[in-house]
């Protein structure tokens, strides 16, 4: 499969294209697929769940990616600990945090990997999106799965004062890297 960009958008999208839609709106881009803006199309309770085309869809909570479909691998599940350090913020670490989470992982019926994590404060920095700067904590995660031979880091910007996952480099497995860059986030029912 090769992702594509959003039809709105022929080449990167600009601030004017992101603000003429008034859907949240996350730019996800792969290495060996492309890219593709998706929208907002569900929450439930700190789920959300974007779509775009062609027939891909990319589930989060609290910034991290739980579940993809659509793509030429995929992330069928991720099971996080009852003490999840996402559900506490990224923004909270001062130390470095360990925890252990459950992945499943199509094709291949790979279903039940654990993978050992580890949670690394990184400072702060700047990122640019659409144009405007955002200062944010980076937040490098540190996996291991030695069963499957695994091994990677993923990277998170968060928002310093509420821990909002601006934009993240998260491996959903082995196979697929997944970078995220949030265009338009979604405010709820705020105005």
Excluded: C
């Amino acid at each position: 499969m090769k992702l594509v960009a959003n039809s709105h958008f022929s080449k990167a999208p600009t601030l004017e294209q992101v603000n003429a839609n008034p859907y949240a709106q996350l730019e996800v881009q792969t290495a060996q697929e492309g890219q593709v803006v998706l929208v907002l199309g569900n929450v439930d309770g700190t789920r959300e769940v974007w779509y775009g085309n062609p027939h891909v869809a990319v589930f989060t909570e609290h910034g991290r990616v739980v579940q993809t479909v659509g793509f030429n691998h995929d992330l069928d599940g991720l099971h996080a600990p009852a003490d999840d350090p996402f559900v506490r913020g990224l923004q909270m670490l001062a130390v470095p945090t360990d925890y252990i989470r459950t992945e499943d992982w199509a094709p291949g019926y790979r279903y039940g990997v654990i993978v050992n994590a580890r949670l690394v404060p990184a400072g702060r920095t700047q990122i640019t999106i659409l144009g405007v700067p955002h200062t944010v904590l980076r937040v490098d995660e540190e996996l291991s799965a030695p069963a499957a031979g695994y091994r990677a880091t993923n990277h998170y910007w968060v928002d310093p004062g509420n821990g909002f996952v601006w934009k993240s480099e998260q491996h959903v497995s082995p196979e697929l890297t997944l970078t995220l860059t949030v265009l338009r986030p979604y405010r709820g029912s705020q105005p």
